[in-house]
């Protein structure tokens, strides 16, 4: 499910930028190519698990999102910018952690059906990641901020590849197994 505060580049117009004191205003040429997305999407990334797979295309798309609204603009010598028609980055993030969350709790749901081995750790790895998220949710809410630095996507962007790539891979496959449920087999 893709989040409301999510359109495509397309229906959004560049706002204004900030500029650094004593810098020049300078125009950019307007491009009609499509920006390049902060993560692109791999096909070696698709599980073939239908609720995964979407969460994880839809979860890409958040952090793209996020990366695109409430970055860091490089052409203007990595000044932070929010877009101003992005609504508040503490209602982007809630989504994002309201979005993570639904998905682990299918996860932990066909886990448990399927009498997945790994449930314990799985859970508990994502058990930290919504700790982290909340966190930085929360801190962001106290300070006021508006945007994000490189660092801190590029975190967001480690954490959900890593996941994806190794844990999920590892419960795809079992669930993917023939069988039936709880025996490692399709109880999708």
């Given at each position: 499910m893709t989040p409301s505060w999510v359109?495509?580049?397309?229906?959004?117009r560049p706002g204004p930028r900030r500029e650094s004191?004593?810098?020049?205003?300078?125009?950019?040429?307007?491009s009609t190519a499509r920006p390049t997305p902060?993560?692109?999407?791999?096909?070696?990334?698709?599980?073939?698990?239908?609720?995964?797979?979407?969460d994880h295309r839809a979860l890409a798309v958040m952090l793209n999102c996020?990366?695109?609204?409430?970055?860091?603009?490089?052409?203007?010598?990595?000044?932070?910018?929010?877009?101003?028609?992005?609504?508040?980055?503490?209602?982007?993030?809630?989504?994002?952690?309201?979005?993570?969350?639904?998905?682990f709790?299918?996860?932990?749901?066909?886990?448990?059906?399927?009498?997945?081995?790994?449930?314990a750790d799985h859970k508990s790895e994502h058990d930290l990641l919504l700790a982290e998220l909340s966190?930085?949710?929360?801190?962001?809410?106290?300070?006021?901020?508006?945007w994000l630095d490189r660092d801190l996507l590029d975190s967001l962007k480690d954490w959900f590849l890593g996941h994806l790539l190794e844990q999920d891979r590892e419960l795809a496959d079992f669930l993917k197994?023939?069988?039936p449920p709880g025996d490692g087999g399709p109880g999708l």
């Open positions: 359109t495509p580049d397309s229906d959004r004191v004593g810098q020049p205003r300078t125009q950019r040429p307007q902060y993560l692109e999407w791999r096909e070696t990334w698709t599980l073939e698990v239908g609720f995964m797979d979407e996020l990366a695109r609204d409430y970055g860091v603009d490089p052409p203007v010598l990595g000044n932070p910018i929010r877009r101003p028609d992005a609504p508040s980055l503490q209602e982007a993030l809630e989504e994002l952690v309201g979005h993570t969350r639904a998905h709790q299918r996860e932990e749901e066909v886990m448990r059906i399927d009498g997945y081995p790994g449930l966190m930085l949710a929360r801190g962001l809410r106290q300070s006021g901020r508006q197994r023939p069988g």
